[in-house]
């Protein structure tokens, strides 16, 4: 800790005994940076943007920009209009000078987007300088359009075009009316075939049940007759005295009578159970036959629905196309087609009231804090040099 504080006191030391020299540095670095930002002639600066225009491709139809941003960025800085720059406003600069003071390129890579940037120490002349390049830019592109583009032909495309579209629509629409048809039938059909196993269905359950009633009805009078002829069989079979052989022959008809009577009765349950089960699996054949039918109109439906829906929508991108193609032809009919997508100036050149160089308050903090960088670092060298030659002597 005390080596640390020893280290500190020498250092302030050094600082104190060289304070000379350190201020004359430092106030030699700022009164010279000073002396020297409001001595240099100030820059000034003019921006400006520009939207390259477009050039209507006839066989797609789509737009394609008149050059690219990195072509038009070589011609802002080719040595012709440089050249016919300093002519025509009469600049002091040589060739070589004014490229210096001129920057054209592209903007974040866009395809359309220039901008161009003239540094000089006259605000009026660099303006004067970008209207300049901006002007012989629209009319290098007024002068491509002209040649790439014909009114006429333009129009005949256009026209072209527009009775294609209409055709297309007019087959989407009988594409529609074929599908609405063709479906319609199968619909149609399968509702007959489901009106149909609808009336089975009444009609087997009609059948059956007459059946099964049919055999209800007789079974109370079978299990009647039974129970009678039971009741006096029990009568002769109680009485103390033997049966007569007339009695017996009489008692051995009534037991065959309920024995018949009995089976009678089983088949008749039988038939009844049968008529119950065959009633339940036709119901159920009838029913799954139903139900396919009723999935396979489901789907016809379905895909009816999607299959029209998918034709509204090419009919509504078709009429979008159309309607975009005739609003071009109308506005083309009105103007001339090279003042159809031109190059337009985005952001347009304006007359700088500030320089953006020097900046003199930047400069001369700059320029302090260097030199007293630079003035402690001499400081010490000294002392570390007077030190070494105490120690030598």
Known sequence: MEEQELSLKDYIGVIKKRKKIILLVF???????AVLSFVLPPVYQVK????????????????????????????????????????????????????????????????????IRIEMTQPRQALNVANYLVDRLKGRHQQIKQSHENKKEILARYDEHIVSIDRQLGEIKQS??????????????????????????????????????????????????????????????????????????????YMQDVKGKEERYDILLRQSREAQTKKTELLASNQAQHNALMDALREAQTRKTELLRNEEQDYDVL?????????????????????MYITEVVVPPREPEEPIRPRKLLNIVVAAVISLVVALALAFSLESFAGTKQDGD
């Open 48 to 115: 400006s943007t520009i939207k390259i225009g477009q050039i209507v491709d006839l066989s797609t139809f789509e737009k394609v920009p008149i050059e690219s941003a990195v072509a038009t960025s070589e011609f802002l800085q080719g040595s012709q209009v440089l050249g016919d720059a300093i002519r025509d406003l009469k600049l002091p600069f040589s060739l070589k000078e004014l490229r210096k003071r001129i920057s054209a390129q592209p903007v974040r890579q866009e395809e359309d987007l220039a901008e």
């Open 319 to 339: 009429m979008k196309e159309k309607r975009e193609v005739e609003i071009e032809k109308i506005t083309l009919q009105r103007i001339e087609s090279e003042k």
């Open 176 to 253: 529609e009316s074929a599908i609405l048809v063709t479906y319609d039938k199968q619909i149609e059909g399968i509702d007959r075939q489901l009106a149909t196993i609808e009336a089975n269905r009444k009609e087997i359950i009609a059948e059956y049940n007459a059946a099964i009633e049919g055999i209800d009805e007789q079974l109370p009078q079978i299990e009647n007759d039974i129970a009678k002829a039971k009741e006096e069989m029990k009568k002769m079979m109680e009485e103390s005295q033997p049966p007569s052989e007339a009695e017996a022959r009489l008692l051995v008809g």
């Open 27 to 33: 106030l030699m670095a700022v009164v010279g940076s």
